[in-house]
């Protein structure tokens, strides 16, 4: 693998803005501070967003996707410069809550190199490049218009899809998985340090307003929806030293799981904003996405 986990370690964002969560603040003002879109200082600006270019990836696109609601979604297509290593496979990106996509990109380098895919890199509403307000139900409708996208893109019709999130990218990525698994394009489920949902979280992140969780009216309960994920294969990457997300939320999620085929790996030293930096993360996708999303006796 090629190594860039020197660099993935600096644009590590904060994804942990509930834990400033307070609760006087919990109601009113919690979208704000579950997805601060503004960090770090101009994340939400089409300026504050690196291009792939930055980083030596030119063989992609810059695109704005229309949503039902008349939101424009900003996103990165990036082609595999490595096509040998993969039989027509897309990832689809959803990265956690803060920051925004060219955070991400030193990711998609190594998935496009080293796993040999295309990448679709989706940014959410009123983050980066995107218009609009966050909400539970906003991103929702952002990760099936991005799905859309890819299943009715002429280059890569029929293509074998692999949803892929990041903490609260986790949580949408379940949600987006449940609804389309019938589809049978969507190949595998792969989640990194995802939570139950974000009132079971709130009793870790930030202690003093625990009494209060109810009073959250953003839910993202994947411990409810991941059991009906039953076709698609799931690969489960856990830091254990998530300092954000304790490591029994993805032990929780694992118990609930009904997957087909359900594939668990550790990091020991990964806390919440590098376990991507980690050894052995890219080698447990790469082996993933061939043996279990692929099948053991496809081509790859």
Request: net charge negative; aromatic share 10%.
């Amino acid at each position: 693998m090629a190594s860039y986990l020197s660099y993935l370690r600096l644009p590590a964002i904060a994804s942990s803005g509930i834990a400033f969560l307070a609760s006087g603040l919990l109601y009113y003002k919690q979208n704000e501070l579950i997805y601060p879109r503004y960090l770090p200082s101009g994340a939400n600006t089409d300026e504050g967003v690196p291009r792939p270019t930055q980083f030596g990836i030119s063989d992609y696109e810059d695109l704005r996707l229309p949503t039902p609601d008349g939101e424009t979604l900003g996103a990165f297509f990036i082609r595999p410069s490595n096509k040998g290593l993969s039989r027509n496979v897309t990832i689809l990106m959803f990265h956690g809550n803060a920051g925004n996509i060219g955070h991400r990109i030193p990711i998609a380098k190594v998935l496009e190199e080293e796993v040999g895919c295309n990448v679709l890199m989706l940014e959410y509403r009123g983050y980066g490049m995107s218009t609009g307000s966050p909400s539970e139900e906003g991103l929702m409708i952002d990760a099936q218009t991005a799905l859309d996208y890819i299943r009715n893109r002429k280059d890569i019709k029929g293509t074998k899809i692999v949803v892929y999130g990041q903490s609260l990218g986790g949580a949408v990525a379940i949600q987006l998985v449940a609804k389309n698994q019938e589809a049978r394009d969507v190949i595998g489920l792969i989640l990194e340090n995802t939570f139950t949902s974000i009132k079971k979280l709130i009793p870790s992140a930030f202690p003093p307003a625990k009494y209060i969780a109810w009073l959250c009216h953003q839910y993202w309960s994947s411990e409810d929806i991941l059991p009906q994920i039953t076709e698609v294969p799931i690969l489960f990457i856990s830091g254990l030293k998530d300092e954000i997300v304790p490591p029994s939320h993805m032990k929780q999620l694992l118990s609930v799981c009904r997957a087909k085929s359900i594939t668990w790996r550790t990091i020991p030293n990964g806390s919440h904003n590098d376990t991507v930096a980690e050894p052995n993360y890219f080698q447990f996708i790469f082996d993933f996405i061939k043996e279990k999303a692929l099948g053991e006796n496809d081509e790859f």
